[in-house]
């Protein structure tokens, strides 16, 4: 992003120029982000067997997808939807591992149809994969039982979880693998997202690979995702360089003692795609309650829910005011709630009716969790590179919306 005479561009063009053209509310990506964001963590790495899986569910932008797979990444599906995007945006089956968690019968059968890895995270699920396909590559979720600080709804190991089989199964799990010749090629866990801690990432590590260390088939161990972003001024960005090293010496490290040079992996979501995103939204309603001052938008929590269910700071930008005089603002939606807030208190150059609100680091979890709450349409989305933009999913129409709730207008 930059400021050009008091105005916000991405990619090299105005935010108010994207929305003349493609409307409001709308998603902007810009690819070189995501590009530098891929390049920076695998170059990070110096262990040499790596392999990157984009974590899909972030964003499942089909030009978003394509251009990781141009990066040559692979994809971590935790759904039959994101196995099928995923194959459609170009990746084979080897790219893909799918995560599926309380998965069912149908699920798996498609995934093992489909040529696509499963990773188990259930006993129970283990001893039916192994009834029903017997001699078969699986990789299993394990729950190291460390627990990272981030919120609690996405912290995914330790007592209180229902991911992953649990570090002190290890020994059933080995029964199953014997009693079905199963080929356990895989060892997994994903402790948490939004780690900025990387202390407890590598304590992790150091569980999985204890627990790999008991299995003599692997081919690979993969260590999740979880990699933060700085959303709030005062969070610091991992370093990744010491980072990457650290990872990469244990797991060479790690690799002597098992006597065989297995691949690394890891399942980035946020890291690669949450900076990059914006959503920009118009403001139509300037109000006071009181001192208060609200900016009302045409958008809400049904297009980025982060702020209302995880309390979530993004930082924001008055996108046609970028340096103007400061105030205090709640910037909201026109979601019938009043959680539909994306800020309070936010101190921001003044805002007036018509002005454009980007509200930025909304490229993960952003239009992947919106939803038609209150029966209105997703927004548009729109990468941008080098002063030119595509439109990358189109803007969902009432007729579109409603059509799906069976309402037909003919
Ligand atoms: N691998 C697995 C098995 C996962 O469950 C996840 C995320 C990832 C990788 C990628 O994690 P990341 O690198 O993005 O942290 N909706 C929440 C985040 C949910 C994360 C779910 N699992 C949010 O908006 O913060």
């Known amino acids: 992003m930059q400021t050009i005479q008091n105005k916000l561009y991405l990619g090299g063009i105005s935010a108010e120029k994207l929305i003349e053209d493609y409307g409001s509310p709308l998603y902007v990506y810009e690819e070189e982000t995501i590009l530098d964001k891929f390049q920076t963590l695998h170059d990070c790495i110096t262990y040499p067997h790596k392999r990157i899986l984009y974590a899909i569910k972030t964003n499942p932008n089909l030009a978003i997808a394509k251009l990781l797979q141009s990066k040559k990444c692979g994809i971590d599906a935790v759904s039959p939807g994101e196995i099928l995007l995923a194959l459609h945006a170009g990746f084979s089956a080897e790219d893909i591992l799918f995560t599926g968690n309380n998965m069912t019968d149908a699920e798996m059968d498609f995934a093992v149809k489909e040529k696509v890895l499963l990773n188990i995270d259930s006993l129970s699920r283990l001893e039916k994969f192994g009834k029903k396909y ?3 590559s699986v990789c299993i979720r394990v729950n190291p039982n460390i627990v990272t600080q981030v919120h609690q709804h996405v912290i995914t190991a330790g007592p209180k979880t ?8 290890i020994e059933e799990v080995k029964k199953i693998v014997d009693q079905y010749n199963l080929n356990l090629i895989g060892v997994h866990s994903h ?3 939004g780690i900025l801690d990387p202390e407890k990432f590598l304590l992790a590590m150091e569980v999985t690979c204890e627990i790999a260390k008991k299995f003599d088939s692997l081919e690979f161990v993969d260590f999740g995702g979880g990699i933060g972003i700085a959303y709030k001024p005062e969070e610091k960005n991992i370093d990744l360089a010491e980072f990457g090293q650290k990872v990469s010496q244990y797991f060479e490290k790690f690799c002597q003692q098992y006597g065989k040079k297995l691949t690394l992996i890891i399942e980035p979501g946020r890291f690669l795609v949450g900076e990059s995103g914006y959503l920009l939204t118009k403001v139509n309603t300037i109000k006071y309650n009181g001192a208060r001052k609200f ?3 045409d958008s809400g929590f049904n297009h980025l829910i982060r702020p209302t269910m995880y309390g979530s700071y993004h930082p924001t930008y008055n996108a046609s005011n970028m340096q103007g005089e400061i105030e205090k603002v709640d910037i909201c939606g026109n979601i019938c709630e009043s959680g539909d807030l994306f800020a309070r208190d936010r101190e921001i150059p003044k805002i007036k009716e018509d002005d454009i609100v980007a509200i930025s680091h909304s490229g993960a979890y952003g239009f992947a ?3 038609n709450y209150n029966l209105r349409p997703f927004p548009a989305e729109v990468i941008v590179q080098g ?18 709730y069976g309402v037909r207008f003919d």
Request: proline share 3%; aromatic share 2%; glycine share 10%.
């Open 295 to 297: 900016a009302g938008t």
């Open 369 to 371: 969790m919106a939803s």
């Open 162 to 169: 229902k991911f992953g089989i649990n570090h002190d199964q």
């Open 134 to 136: 017997p001699n078969k």
């Open 191 to 193: 402790i948490g997202s």
């Open 387 to 404: 002063g030119k933009a595509k439109l990358a999913r189109k803007r969902q129409s009432i007729n579109d919306l409603l059509a799906s």
